[in-house]
């Protein structure tokens, strides 16, 4: 028998934007017996349309309770449980492959694999980051500059 390949997407939210609905497809098209996708939401949203084609797939989703509030300590400490609560998911889940999409996932995700790997003694064989609407995003800070 052959063990399964384990997946966690690593978002944001999950409102109904094109980013998740690139998720939404990779976990929808990527799939067979050997596959098992998994979402992990850094803040809280448990609703609208994708929310719920997700779990029609039987896409096991967790919410995390990341802040975005700049400047106040106790976001930190904060954020600093909920990239714990990331890592114990990773190794409780026993993720092959954590897939990031965007900047904020990508750095907190590279957090959690390393505290799973030097605290819980598990590490994920891959990491794959995706960037999402860059070239907005130079064009905009190009024009600010």
Excluded at 14 to 41: P, T
Excluded at 117 to 126: D, Q, R, V
Aim: glycine letters at 4%; a positive charge; one cysteine or more.
């Amino acid at each position: 028998m052959h063990k399964k390949i384990q997946i966690l997407h690593v978002i944001t939210n999950i409102s109904d934007g094109g980013l998740e609905k690139v998720v939404y497809f990779i976990a929808s098209q990527v799939k067979n017996e050997k596959l098992v996708h998994n979402v992990a939401v850094l803040t809280q949203h448990e609703s609208g349309f994708l929310y719920s084609k997700f779990q029609e797939l039987g896409i096991k989703i967790v919410s995390l309770n990341f802040e975005n509030k700049k400047g106040l300590i106790s976001s930190i400490f904060i954020n600093l449980k909920e990239t714990f609560k990331l890592a114990f998911l990773i190794s409780k889940l026993r993720i092959n492959i954590v897939h990031t999409h965007d900047f904020f996932p990508a750095f907190v995700s590279r957090i959690a694999v390393l505290i799973s790997w030097l605290i819980l003694f598990y590490k994920p064989e891959k990491i794959f980051v995706t960037l999402h609407n860059i070239i907005g995003r130079a064009s905009c800070r190009e024009r600010v500059v």
